[in-house]
């Protein structure tokens, strides 16, 4: 595979629970160059705020440190690397379980990779006690064909 990309951009921002917002929009304006569908923003902008808040909250806890976020684009798909140097996860596949939580104190759901895993085609979790936790995620850009080809297409039946 071709590990190339059409476009890229990094940020760096505070762990602050104010940025997971900034994080959305930017990842969102990022991927408006591949004339994504509404539901396509909203499913991205749903994962990223995710996995943004599990660094914010769970990463850091009470500190504050710098998440990374990476965005890159190759062939009409979207790769979100998001990534702290946090206290990290001890077991990742406990984590991923629906309704898992180790703040219910603070009235979270416990569905953070859950929501990912659905909104997004791939997601890839790495983590190290101690040093931090990276969440990788792709999904594939599937409303980019120019409009004529769309119409000939429906028009053939093969929408």
């Not at 991205?44 to 500190?63: D, L, Q």
Request: proline residues 1%.
């Amino acid at each position: 595979m071709n590990n190339s990309f059409d476009n890229e951009m990094k940020i760096d921002f505070l762990s602050k629970s104010n940025n997971e917002a900034f994080a959305r929009i930017s990842v969102a304006a990022f991927i408006a160059q591949l004339d994504p569908t509404l539901e396509e923003i909203a499913d991205i902008k749903t994962a990223v705020s995710e996995a943004v808040t599990n660094s914010i909250i769970h990463g850091y806890e009470e500190k504050t440190g710098i998440v990374k976020l990476i965005c890159k684009i190759r062939d009409n798909e979207v790769f979100i690397e998001i990534s702290d140097t946090g206290k990290g996860i001890e077991n990742i596949e406990i984590a991923k379980q629906p309704l898992y939580t180790t703040k219910s104190n603070l009235e979270r759901a416990g569905m953070g990779f859950t929501i990912m895993e659905s909104f997004m085609d791939n997601v890839e979790i790495e983590s190290v006690l101690g040093l931090g936790t990276k969440v990788t995620m792709s999904k594939k850009i599937k409303s980019n064909c120019n409009k004529e080809d769309f119409a000939m297409s429906v028009i053939r039946g093969e929408e």
